[in-house]
């Protein structure tokens, strides 16, 4: 079982451009959920894809948008960078029925803007 | 809103020694809470969570924590440190049973064991 999978493992790209980070759910997981940490902090809820579809969304502006494919993968993208948005983004997946508590973490894309 | 209160940003004992780290949340319904592990360059990994029933939870490598409601609180503990132990642990929130929901973190406590 891969777990999951996040690509690239580290991006450096300059103020004002666009950024995909992609991110493979762990086998038999339907649900994704993407976090940003910046350095020294915890991981900030961004939004969460559940059958295509963002369910739901935390305190991040509308340059940061997704997409969930039909095998469950899902990409992260951001526009119009921002210093700011230098951080380790992170992947979870999780199953989206109601029994199941635990999110697996992918090992996080390190992205910085320069 | 939840939020969680991690007190103390660094840790630091003796090998062989308690390990206590604090987490404190606020939550306007029955929580679930976790906590999670992160090595150098590594996502995160679950210790151990707290839905619902017994309120001293174990979890992996040696760490248990104890949900106490009147105290809204969920300290880790582990009696006896390893050198391995050494890493970032996050204590995270819930407000929905299932954890692929929102998750709130706190701020995260470094924890460094000594020879």
């Known amino acids: 079982d891969a777990g999951v999978t996040q690509s690239p493992t580290h991006l450096i790209k300059t103020r004002g451009q666009q950024v995909t980070l992609r991110c493979s759910p762990k086998?038999?997981?339907?649900?994704v959920s993407w976090y940003q940490q910046a350095l020294g902090q915890g991981p900030q809820f961004i939004f969460q894809?559940?059958?295509?579809?963002?369910?739901q969304r935390g305190n991040f502006p509308d340059r940061f948008s997704g997409h969930q494919f039909p095998n469950y993968s899902s990409e992260l993208n951001v526009n119009a960078l921002l210093l700011g948005d230098s951080a380790l983004y992170l992947c979870?997946?999780?199953?989206?029925?109601?029994?199941?508590?635990?999110?697996?973490f992918g090992q996080g894309t390190r992205l910085t803007v320069v | 809103a939840q939020s969680v209160t991690q007190l103390g940003s660094h840790v630091s004992v003796s090998e062989g020694a308690l390990v206590l780290l604090r987490c404190n949340y606020s939550?306007?319904?029955?929580?679930?809470l976790f906590w999670y592990v992160q090595y150098p360059n590594q996502g995160l990994q679950l210790l151990l969570k707290?839905?619902?029933?017994?309120?001293l939870v174990k979890g992996i490598n040696g760490f248990e924590a104890e949900f106490k409601k009147s105290e809204t609180s969920f300290h880790l503990t582990k009696p006896s440190a390893h050198m391995s132990d050494a890493a970032e642990y996050f204590c995270?929130?819930?407000?929905?049973?299932?954890?692929?929901?929102?998750?709130?973190f706190g701020g995260g406590t470094r924890l460094m064991v000594k020879p």
């Open positions: 979870a997946s999780s199953l989206g029925g109601p029994t199941n508590t635990e999110a697996f």
């Open positions: 086998s038999g997981h339907d649900t």
């Open positions: 894809y559940y059958e295509e579809e963002e369910r």
């Open positions: 939550s306007s319904v029955p929580p679930y």
């Open positions: 707290y839905t619902t029933g017994a309120t």
């Open positions: 995270a929130v819930s407000e929905e049973r299932n954890a692929g929901n929102m998750l709130t």
